[in-house]
């Protein structure tokens, strides 16, 4: 973290990773935007999940069921009831989180719910290299929530080879992709009117005063999202307002012009070419593409 945050903040403009954005109270306001009338990415999803669950499973039959930035898994829990109607005595679930305090919660609350699934958590960043617990074959490896758009085209390819170097030929893969849609309607979902997700914005700089010592005021920071129509790509900040010095032990003292900006976290749209391009890039193919009638949200289910 120390690096990101000295290698991010000494950039121009300057810049800082969003999976620091979920502490324990990071991931807990994340969970409530996923509620916001205005967030409509979650709502869809779950309501395509609803009618894709059964098929998604009767195609990949898996044992297992290994979700990147699993959250509280609530989504996923359509995905595990369909895997446990079929094999209930096999089913493995692994959440894979950066939060570990949340992550454990979470678990205990999926095995109080779900006490025939073998629930195997692992607090990691999904974004480096880890190592999945040993698990039943096959498996199917989700990356829920329109995480993906969280990353430049270049580093999804990255990240999403990773996930397929650790896929074995009959394993599956389920990306779930925001798609090109009203700009107004994009903007609205990142700019609630309970500022719930400016609070979430503003949490990066808790959790680096809590983590490295830094003196970060919130109050003096506003929160900024704006839709970039040519790059299809909501880009978020945090704005100075006025003139500022942070301290940082380990960096020193770093000095904030007036409305200067930390991006804190990119969300790239997708459509059907730029997600076949991303697998193909991956060494993956589109087997499935799901979506909904007014096209806001996609599921795509590839495999080696």
Known sequence: ????????????????????????RGSQLFDEITRLPEYYPTRAERLLLGHCAAKIIDIARPAT????GAGSSDKTRLLLEEMLRRTPAS???????????FLARSAVQLRAEYPLLQTLPVAADFSTHFTLPPHPSPALHAFLGSTIGNFT??????????????????????????????????????????????RFN????????????????????????????????????LI??????????????????????????????????????LLTRSGLRLREWFTDETQLFALVLASH
Do not use: C, W
């Open 240 to 277: 100075s307002r006025g003139e500022q010095e942070v301290s940082i032990p380990e960096i020193g003292r770093l000095k904030f012009g007036d409305g200067e900006s930390i991006v804190t976290e990119l969300s790239y749209k997708y459509d059907r070419d730029l997600a076949t391009e």
């Open 91 to 101: 089913a493995t679930y692994i959440p894979v989180d950066v939060s570990a305090d």
């Open 202 to 237: 503003k949490n990066m700089l808790n959790v680096i005063n809590t983590r490295l010592g830094a003196d970060f005021d919130t109050s003096m920071f506003d929160h900024n999202a704006v839709y970039n129509a040519v790059e299809h790509r909501i880009e978020m900040r």
């Open 1 to 24: 973290m120390l690096r990101d945050v000295r290698e991010g903040l000494s950039a121009r403009p300057r810049q800082l990773p969003p999976k620091y954005f979920y502490d324990e």
């Open 153 to 198: 085209p270049d580093i999804a390819v990255d990240l999403v080879s990773a996930v397929r170097d650790r896929m074995s030929p009959a394993d599956f893969f389920l990306l779930g992709v925001d798609l090109r849609k009203n700009p107004e309607m994009i903007e609205q979902a990142y700019n609630d009117s309970q500022g719930v997700t400016a």
């Open 65 to 68: 069921l290994v979700e990147l």
